[in-house]
């Protein structure tokens, strides 16, 4: 299993953990905070001990998913229990906790249909989703602050539409975005799934107009916005969702 991490290829300020597992990156992040920092997504169980390791040098107080998708929360619980750290989810992801298939997903390209169709099937199958968990705390639209309260320079950003509770943090010029973005093929694209793809579409927006220096994605290395932007306006320029009505 490769990893890469900020001691081996830096991005800016931003702590990473880039675990490639049979080829595909699965990414996690650490915010740091006044009391204590901040595991953003846990990847799934093949990359736990790898992971632990690479947080063991961090106070993490806070374990926050930016979305319930098992590829994201597989170690949340685990983690929780080894560190005493509360999980953060956004509420509107709360079915999805132990059965990812809750929110069925569409493709956002042609090109993506046949993934698709498998992604689906998978949310319906036990063995490809994770364990049941409680958060500790759930996050709404409302709470665009609420990680200032918890010692962060940070703000929640919603981003549905890859899941319909998708959440970012924004921090210091950087926005860590899950999978409302991606670069899992080593280069910046439209994620290949959304449980809505109007919402997929208003999130990308958002990000076009917070317009942060980096998008820290749930899959692959850190991508500056100057190379995102040029595929998310084109993106939202062919309005592929109702193309695919």
Same mark, same amino acid.
């Given at each position: 299993?490769k990893?890469?991490t +900020?001691?081996?290829?830096?991005?800016?300020?931003? =702590?990473?953990?880039? #675990?490639?597992?049979?080829?595909?990156?699965?990414s996690?992040?650490?915010l740091?905070?006044?009391?204590?920092?901040?595991?953003i997504?846990?990847?799934i169980?093949?990359?736990?001990?790898r992971l632990? +390791?690479?947080?063991? $040098?961090?106070?993490i107080?806070?374990i926050?998913?930016? =979305?319930?998708? @098992?590829?994201?929360?597989?170690?949340?619980?685990?983690l929780?229990?080894?560190?005493g750290?509360?999980?953060?989810l956004?509420?509107r992801?709360? +079915?999805?906790?132990?059965?990812? $298939?809750r929110?069925?997903v *569409?493709?956002?390209? !042609?090109?993506?249909?046949?993934?698709?169709?498998?992604?689906?099937?998978?949310?319906?199958?036990?063995?490809f989703?994770? *364990?049941?968990y @409680?958060?500790?705390?759930?996050?709404?639209?409302?709470?665009?602050?609420?990680l200032?309260?918890?010692?962060?320079?940070?703000?929640?950003v919603?981003?549905? $539409?890859?899941?319909?509770?998708?959440?970012?943090?924004?921090? +210091?010029?950087?926005?860590?975005? $899950?999978? #409302?973005?991606?670069?899992?093929?080593?280069?910046?694209?439209?994620? !290949? =799934?959304?449980?809505?793809?109007?919402?997929?579409?208003?999130?990308?927006?958002?990000?076009?107009?917070?317009?942060?220096?980096w998008?820290?994605t749930?899959?692959?290395?850190?991508?500056?916005m100057?190379?995102a932007?040029?595929v998310?306006? *084109?993106?939202?320029?062919?309005?592929?969702?109702?193309?695919l *009505?």
């Amino acid at each position: 299993m490769k990893i890469i991490t +900020e001691k081996t290829r830096s991005f800016g300020n931003i =702590h990473y953990f880039c #675990a490639y597992v049979g080829g595909s990156p699965l990414s996690s992040y650490v915010l740091c905070g006044r009391n204590g920092d901040m595991l953003i997504d846990t990847g799934i169980s093949l990359v736990y001990r790898r992971l632990a +390791e690479y947080i063991s $040098g961090f106070d993490i107080r806070y374990i926050f998913l930016t =979305h319930a998708h @098992t590829d994201h929360d597989s170690n949340a619980e685990r983690l929780r229990r080894e560190t005493g750290a509360e999980i953060i989810l956004g509420e509107r992801d709360r +079915e999805l906790i132990g059965h990812f $298939g809750r929110q069925p997903v *569409k493709a956002t390209s !042609p090109r993506y249909r046949l993934r698709n169709v498998q992604q689906n099937l998978m949310g319906g199958m036990k063995l490809f989703s994770t *364990k049941p968990y @409680t958060p500790d705390i759930f996050l709404g639209s409302g709470d665009r602050y609420a990680l200032r309260e918890l010692g962060f320079d940070a703000e929640v950003v919603p981003l549905a $539409g890859h899941t319909l509770g998708s959440l970012g943090v924004l921090s +210091e010029g950087v926005l860590y975005c $899950g999978d #409302a973005f991606t670069a899992i093929w080593r280069k910046p694209d439209i994620t !290949p =799934h959304a449980a809505s793809l109007a919402a997929m579409e208003r999130s990308l927006q958002r990000m076009l107009d917070i317009a942060p220096e980096w998008l820290a994605t749930g899959h692959g290395l850190p991508v500056e916005m100057r190379e995102a932007r040029p595929v998310i306006k *084109k993106y939202l320029l062919m309005g592929r969702h109702s193309q695919l *009505k």
